[in-house]
């Protein structure tokens, strides 16, 4: 699964199919962020701590990811990160219902109103039900809880989104935050490009997106 519809899984609530609550602005631009990382590791675009550059112009073989690149790129080859991330999560609330579009479309999910629920007869992903959510929280779990764990890159930004939007407070318990806290932002820091995310997620919560995208 992509980075964004890990996180989606993530941020809903499988007992009422609603989003968790989070604090402001943090899904729309921890979504923007997985977006950008999605870029990245398929080598569409190269990314530091400071800016991205865009090394393909379009990528038609994910229209969703390619309607994501072209909203960052608006011409430019190179942009300060908190920029692109502005720009991505000005489109906030279009990106989380395309990707929840995609995910009743491939069958994972199943709409109710608005309400979401992960298939329990997934053709996509057979082990859909709520274990494709359990596989993704024992993954986070085992690597914060067992201390010779190393994530892989893709891990570690995995955990850098969740750090970004807070979802470790729904992942792990009081007493386990307290004990492995200072861990997880450890492993969450190990991807460059991941806490780039998570300092934009905290410099949103002072600024209108707007602000963010002109920087």
């Known amino acids: 699964m992509t ?14 199919g609603k989003f968790h609550a989070l604090p402001r602005k943090s899904l729309e631009i921890g979504l923007a962020g997985a977006f950008l990382l999605e870029l990245t590791f398929r080598n569409v675009i190269d990314s530091d701590a400071n800016s991205i550059i ?12 390619n309607s994501a690149l072209q909203v960052v790129r608006e011409g430019d080859k190179e942009i300060p990160f908190r920029k692109a991330i502005g720009r991505l999560a000005l489109q906030g609330k279009l990106l989380v219902s395309k990707t929840l579009e995609h995910l009743v479309d491939e069958e994972v999910l199943d709409r109710k109103d608005k309400i979401f629920f992960i298939r329990r007869d997934s053709p996509i992903y057979p ?14 779990r085992d690597l914060v809880l067992d201390p010779e764990a190393i994530p892989a890159p893709e891990e570690a930004a995995l955990l850098a989104l969740v750090l970004a939007c807070r979802l470790q407070r729904k992942i792990f318990t009081e007493e386990e935050r307290d004990e ?12 460059l490009v991941g806490i780039a995310i998570v300092d934009a997620v905290r410099a949103a919560r002072d600024k209108e997106l707007l602000d963010l995208a002109a920087d």
């Open 180 to 191: 492995f806290e200072s861990r997880f932002q450890q492993l969450a820091g190990m991807d």
């Open 3 to 16: 980075f964004a519809e890990q996180l989606i899984i993530l941020a809903l609530d499988p007992k009422t």
């Open 54 to 65: 865009i090394l393909k112009e379009q990528y038609p073989q994910r229209p969703l990811l």
């Open 127 to 140: 082990q859909a039900d709520d274990r494709l959510r359990q596989d993704v929280v024992k993954q986070i």
